[in-house]
């Protein structure tokens, strides 16, 4: 086989760092941890500029997002927009990662 054809064939085999890491993570059970960090990264992009300001993902633990709020206004807003957050968190991660939000 030409060398050129063997490093192609690798090349057609290669992942991003990121996704061999979420895959390492989800054999050892702990892929929830790498859409934690995800979540908090990215979470005025996944919830608006408004939402992120007074609020903050904790952690995320069988299934229930904690998320800390700035105050009982806010925590009785988003409790409103709980199922649009979820939608949107899940949708972000591309699996069902949140069925529940707790708020903090």
């Known amino acids: 086989m ?4 063997k490093i192609k064939q690798r090349f057609k085999k290669a992942t991003s760092l990121g996704d061999a890491l979420k895959g390492l993570f989800e054999n050892l059970g702990s892929s929830d941890k790498i ?4 979540l ?6 996944i919830v608006g500029k408004g939402i992120a300001q007074n609020s ?3 952690q995320i633990k ?4 904690f998320l800390k709020v ?13 199922a649009e957050i979820i939608e949107r968190v899940n949708l972000a991660a591309k699996k069902e990662l949140v069925k529940k939000i707790m708020f903090h």
């Open 62 to 65: 069988k299934g229930v997002l």
């Open 35 to 38: 859409y934690e960090f995800e």
């Open 56 to 58: 903050e993902p904790l």
């Open 2 to 5: 030409p060398e050129n054809l």
């Open 70 to 82: 700035k105050n009982s206004v806010w925590r009785n807003q988003l409790s409103f927009l709980s």
């Open 40 to 45: 908090a990264r990215d979470w005025e992009k």
